[in-house]
């Protein structure tokens, strides 16, 4: 034999050597892997797999009822909340020349379809007197005094807008 096939001998044996030890490693995980895999598999295990998921199974449909519920509910909330006074005018003013500090006042409530009331409050020597007007559509069907229409026009155009 000359030396080029005793060199390439050798290294097919170190070949042969260093693939055998990788078999043996990948033989020893696979086997590792197995026994697990089978106990995983054997007896209360599987059982409690079996419970664990369909209890998840049970949790989805719950929750799936529960989450229709609260967007019903929210559903109902938004429909009320269109009725409720979402918007304020509010304009203090002297009503007689004679008594001052801003004591009287026209407030405007409304919706946020403009539905609502202004209401006004007349502070003079003799008393406070109240009215009360109703709004439809941002409209009042009574005649407004410039204090009420002031309030009015402020809720209308507010920034205080709830959506």
Do not use: P
């Amino acid at each position: 034999m000359d030396v080029l096939g005793i060199v390439m001998a050798v290294i097919e044996l170190v070949l042969i050597v260093v693939l055998f030890v990788m078999l043996m490693t990948v033989r020893k995980k696979l086997s590792s892997l197995e026994r697990r895999y089978n106990r995983f598999l054997r007896g209360k295990d599987v059982e409690n797999m079996e419970e664990v998921i369909l209890s998840r199974f049970a949790e989805i449909s719950g929750l799936k009822r529960s989450t229709r519920m609260v967007a019903d509910a929210l559903g109902g909330i938004d429909e009320m909340s269109q009725m409720s006074f979402q918007k304020m005018g509010l304009v203090k003013y002297d009503a007689f020349d004679d008594i001052g500090g801003n004591l009287s006042f026209a407030l405007a409530l409304l919706s946020k379809k403009n539905n609502g009331f202004v209401l006004n409050s007349v502070h003079g020597k003799e008393g406070c007197y109240t009215y009360l007007k109703e709004i439809v559509n941002g409209e009042s069907y009574i005649a407004l005094g410039s204090e009420e229409q002031q309030a009015l026009d402020k809720a209308k155009n507010a920034d205080n807008f709830m959506e």
